[in-house]
């Protein structure tokens, strides 16, 4: 096939030249999206049709039984234990799956949406994923400061019968952990991708500039300067 008719089948299908379904691409400003830059029907500041009472997605909602949700209360496309249909070989959701190329995955290694090299999409104006940034009052913000679904006080989602997240969290044999014991994506032995190449935690890298780096070159969360709010540093130093 020649890329005239290639080119043709994309218009047919309503793609457009950024390689989305048109009527939802910001770029073209697809007759879908609203003045949240978000798709209408699943905006919450529009009401969007698709919204529940408990202001989630509601076919994927617990609360209201989204039809979408297994019997083990995950969105059934991406649970393991139902080999749903997104999950590759590897275990992992497969468009977000470096092994398989996953169509998420940009030229730095990171999710396209999430990346700031890429400018992504859900990149603030403060540099963080604006759902869970506090400046912004993210959406998946909770009442007591902190991501709803880690949050104890919320009884969080991903909080464990041990009190931890759960894909972290060694009793459960979180899916994070590696065959090493430590959090896959910080094992240098696993080539963990938030490793950087200075073998540190790219985040806490002063070298890389990572993003937990303040500007006094401390660890932001217990730098004085920066007024760290590290509680567990504060009575160490007391």
């Not at 995955?105 to 700031?116: A, D, L, P």
Request: overall charge positive; charged content about 25%; some cysteine.
């Amino acid at each position: 096939m020649v890329d005239g008719d290639i080119e043709k089948r994309r218009k047919g299908r309503g793609v457009c030249e950024h390689g989305r379904v048109r009527s939802v691409c910001k770029g073209c400003g697809g007759s879908s999206i609203c003045e949240h830059g978000r798709v209408r029907s699943r905006c919450k500041g529009c009401g969007g049709s698709s919204i529940c009472e408990h202001g989630r997605q509601r076919s994927v909602c617990k609360g209201c039984g989204g039809g979408s949700i297994c019997e083990h209360g995950r969105v059934r496309s991406v649970c393991k234990g139902c080999g749903g249909s997104s999950i590759c070989e590897h275990g992992r959701v497969r468009s977000r799956c470096k092994g398989c190329g996953g169509s998420s995955i940009c030229e730095h290694g990171q999710q396209r949406s999430v990346c700031k090299g890429c400018g992504g999409g859900s990149i603030c104006e403060h540099g963080r994923v604006r759902s869970v940034c506090k400046g912004c009052g993210g959406s998946s913000i909770c009442e007591h400061g902190r991501e709803r679904s880690r949050c104890k006080g919320c009884g969080g989602s991903s909080i464990c019968e041990h009190g931890r997240v759960r894909s972290v969290c060694k009793g459960c044999g979180g899916s994070s952990i590696c065959e090493h014991g430590r959090v896959r994506s910080q094992c240098k032995d696993c080539g963990g991708g938030s490793i950087c190449e200075h073998g540190r935690v790219r985040s806490k890298c002063k070298g890389c500039g990572g993003s937990s780096i303040c500007e006094h070159g401390q660890q932001r969360s217990v730098c004085k300067g920066c007024g760290g709010g590290s509680s567990r540093y504060k009575q160490a130093r007391s």
